[in-house]
């Protein structure tokens, strides 16, 4: 189910960014192009003033000459005088090209008001450049071109000279900076789409890891569930043969029950602390008088148990924190039960409780089995009994998980460690009087 999310959402952002880059590298493109015309249609003006300067001066101009400038600037021109061809080239010129003149000259006529008539002020020299798109007789031969209609006046007659170029239009690929770009987009999206990989992978972790813990929390919650069920269902099956074991066995239903519904109440308050339902109460309170309430319902368990139950507390124990007292006792409660029940008989439990440096330090330490080291982080884990043979049933693997869960929300730290006697030691951190 992951893998394919993670395929999908790599898909996705990979279709984005490729889409951004590509309509950024278009439109970069798109304005080189623009650039690139705009730069050929002003050296195509100055090309063709600097023709015009040399015909409208009073130097001998030959043929030889002429042929140079077009073919060292890809000129093809026109010189009419007075209406009439000059010979320069009339024979190379092809009936396309004689109609392209004819279009140029029309153009400027009716567009930009340029003719002869435009030399009969007094004026020796008017000229109009400008972009042309083929004419329709040269479709499919010609493409666009950059077109000057230049008319000069001499002391004897008007000469029309018309100038045609077509840019040389380079292929996307053969253009160094056009080529450069695009690879440069390309390697781009490739590399974004290898982070997006990579990033997505990393977030959707946390969703897998989540997913994989609750699958077990439901495996563990109905494994647990499925042993009192099944003794509920054997208890009332005896009852139905046996009657005359009615009372033994009803109490065996209600310990069961109480059993259940103790599994029950901690998987609920696990969920709402992961649904952020159950709310912290705060208000300023003794942590000393919670702590030694706590210790107070454990003594008669530790009697009977034949263990040393200890406290420690300062003698002026008149510091508050702001906390929620019901919660805390909450904790207090399972650190407690779980020293009682996993010590052995004639064992010792000491709990303390000091301030330091604008903390409240509690300690909870026994000197029985003790926990693992490799098991020491694991213990906080939901469902998780590092002595998975011990066959106590009131305790589910819940209650070190309910606990980290409301220190946290408490902005305190809870951790376990090996006790000076060989057992286990629990150490929970809270910030004293903070709001």
């Excluded at 080189?32 to 015909?55: A, C, K």
């Excluded at 026109?78 to 109609?99: A, F, K, V």
């Excluded at 290898?194 to 495996?219: C, D, M, T, W």
Aim: aromatic share 8%; glycine share 4%.
């Amino acid at each position: 189910m992951f893998r394919k999310l993670r395929i999908k959402m790599t898909l996705f952002c990979v279709f984005i960014i490729s889409l951004i880059l590509l309509s950024m590298t278009a439109v970069l493109l798109f304005l080189l192009h623009q650039n690139e015309e705009l730069t050929s249609f002003q050296d195509f003006e100055e090309t063709v003033s600097e023709l015009y300067q040399d015909f409208t001066g009073e130097v001998a101009l030959s043929h030889s000459w002429l042929d140079e400038v077009c073919s060292s600037n890809d000129l093809i021109v026109s010189i009419l005088d007075n209406g009439e061809p000059l010979l320069y080239r009339q024979n190379q010129i092809d009936t396309d090209m004689e109609l392209l003149f004819a279009q140029a000259r029309e153009t400027a006529l009716n567009e930009y008001a340029v003719s002869e008539l435009s030399v009969a002020d007094g004026s020796s020299l008017v000229h109009k450049e400008f972009q042309m798109n083929k004419s329709s007789e040269g479709e499919g031969i010609r493409k666009s071109c950059q077109a000057s209609v230049a008319y000069i006046s001499t002391n004897y007659s008007v000469l029309c000279i018309t100038a045609i170029r077509f840019p040389v239009s380079q292929n996307i690929w053969t253009n160094t900076l056009y080529r450069s770009v695009i690879l440069t987009t390309l390697c781009a999206i490739l590399l974004l789409s290898l982070l997006s990989f990579f990033l997505i992978r990393y977030l959707v972790h946390p969703l897998e890891e989540g997913h994989k813990r609750q699958i077990n929390f439901f495996a563990a919650a109905s494994h647990e569930l499925r042993s009192p069920l099944a003794v509920l269902i054997s208890s009332l099956s005896a009852m139905e043969s046996c009657p005359e074991r009615g009372k033994e066995l009803l109490q065996t239903i209600k310990k069961e029950n109480l059993r259940m519904q103790r599994l029950v109440n901690d998987m609920f308050t696990l969920a709402s602390l992961d649904n952020g339902k159950i709310a912290i109460h705060k208000t300023e309170v003794c942590l000393y008088t919670l702590f030694m309430e706590a210790y107070e319902k454990f003594e008669a368990a530790a009697i009977h148990k034949h263990i040393f139950l200890e406290i420690s507390i300062p003698e002026e124990s008149d510091a508050t924190a702001y906390c929620d007292p019901e919660r805390l006792t909450q904790v207090f409660t399972i650190l407690l039960d779980n020293a009682v029940s996993y010590t052995p008989e004639g064992g010792h439990i000491l709990a303390s409780i000091l301030e330091s440096h604008n903390k409240f330090i509690i300690t909870v330490s026994d000197n029985g089995p003790g926990i693992p080291d490799e098991a020491k982080e694991k213990v906080f884990s939901r469902f998780y009994r590092y002595d998975q043979s011990r066959t106590d049933k009131n305790h589910f693997g819940l209650g070190l998980s309910i606990a980290k869960e409301i220190i946290e929300l408490h902005e305190g730290a809870i951790s376990v460690q090996d006790s000076a006697e060989g057992g286990a030691e629990f150490i929970v951190s809270l910030p004293a009087n903070t709001n």
